[in-house]
């Protein structure tokens, strides 16, 4: 069974920065790609970032960030400690809501490409 478990989240002020974590098990993690999503109070769950998977060691890995984001959030993946992060930078009082990460053999920027999730960490940025 394929498990997420997210780490990070907190209260920040605006202008700073946090680092979101996700370890995965069940399953190989190398050949999966991974995202981030996140939810705000009142509103649907929406795209953050997305990196996807290398079939072989020298293989292009791809990323991809939603427009809001994008110059401030990072993701990146360490295949060796089946952990995904996301860096973020610079961070801004919308940026408040619950972060989840997602994993599938696929990679892709809706709910919908994604059929692991895990349980969200809390991201507050108090202006």
């Known amino acids: 069974q394929v498990q997420l478990v997210e780490s990070g989240g907190g209260l920040v002020q605006a202008g700073g920065s946090l680092r979101l974590s996700c370890t995965t098990s069940g399953r190989t993690f190398s050949s999966y790609g991974m995202g981030w999503f996140r939810q705000a109070p009142g509103k649907e769950r929406e795209f953050v970032a997305a990196?996807?998977?290398?079939?072989?060691?020298?293989?292009?890995?791809?990323?991809y960030y939603a427009d809001s984001v994008k110059g401030r959030f990072t993701i990146s993946r360490d295949n060796a400690k089946n952990t995904v992060y996301l860096q973020m930078n610079s961070l801004k009082s919308e940026d408040t809501a619950v972060y989840y990460c997602?994993?599938?053999?696929?990679?892709?920027?809706?709910?919908?490409?994604?059929?692991?999730w895990g349980q969200g960490t809390q991201v507050t940025v108090s202006s």
């Open positions: 997602a994993t599938d053999p696929r990679t892709g920027a809706a709910v919908s490409d994604y059929n692991y």
């Open positions: 990196i996807t998977w290398a079939a072989i060691s020298w293989s292009v890995i791809n990323t």
